[in-house]
């Protein structure tokens, strides 16, 4: 298994790359900083959920067969970038006032939870990443390469809750106040939107 050595220094790099802006801790910045703090925690955990399916296709080498076509990347960003636009035409045409107020304390999890799977689902570009990433840290000599790549993508599991809960926590927090006000629920949601349409047209264009 992974030594103790490994561990530490998988889990810090790991860490500081859960903080580096990205497509999923904004995306999760948003949705708490929209829908409230208890959104934005099931959305890290859909987002988990979605990194233990890409972690096991590593581990199992799915990964690679995937990424060795071209037609599987391009429906998949495809689909990732038409998900994205959904999400920016609900941002834009999100109520404001007390009915928005109403419907962000008792946002749909399971709902939430979806929008995080969905969104790490279909990012092409984080099965590259762990194809690119894990292997550096495997050492064949110290027992089942599929078991050691199971296990780090388990400390990257643990650091991305670590960080996208901070972040959700403290973008919860400062949106709490705004949310109060139509006009601020009115430019949270635009910036939104707008965000959204930014991170779908990044998705689009991507090359493998």
């Known amino acids: 298994m992974l030594s103790l050595d490994t ?35 099931v959305v890290t955990l859909g987002l988990c ?15 690679a067969v995937f990424a060795a076509s071209a037609t599987a990347f391009t429906v998949l960003k495809v689909v990732g970038a038409a998900y994205l636009v959904y999400l920016a035409w609900q941002a834009f045409r ?44 495997v050492h064949a000599e110290r027992g089942a390469v599929a078991l050691q790549l199971c296990a780090l993508g388990g400390i990257f599991i643990l650091t991305t809750l670590i960080a996208f809960g901070a972040i959700t926590y403290f973008a919860a927090t400062v949106s709490t106040r705004l949310r109060r006000s139509p006009a601020a629920q009115l430019w949270l949601n635009r910036v939104a939107g707008t965000v959204f349409l930014g991170m779908a047209a990044r998705l689009a264009l991507a090359q493998r």
């Open 94 to 137: 999100a109520p404001v006032g007390a009915l928005a107020s109403q419907v962000e304390q008792q946002p749909n999890l399971r709902r939430m939870f979806l929008r995080g799977w969905i969104m790490n689902l279909t990012n092409p570009k984080i099965v590259f990443f762990f194809l690119a990433l894990l292997p550096q840290f």
């Open 7 to 41: 561990c530490i220094a998988f889990f810090t790099l790991s860490l500081l790359l859960g903080f580096t802006p990205g497509p999923d801790n904004i995306f999760v910045l948003m949705q708490s900083a929209t829908q409230g703090r208890k959104a934005g925690f």
């Open 49 to 63: 959920a979605g990194l233990v399916v890409h972690t096991l296709a590593v581990a199992f080498g799915l990964a």
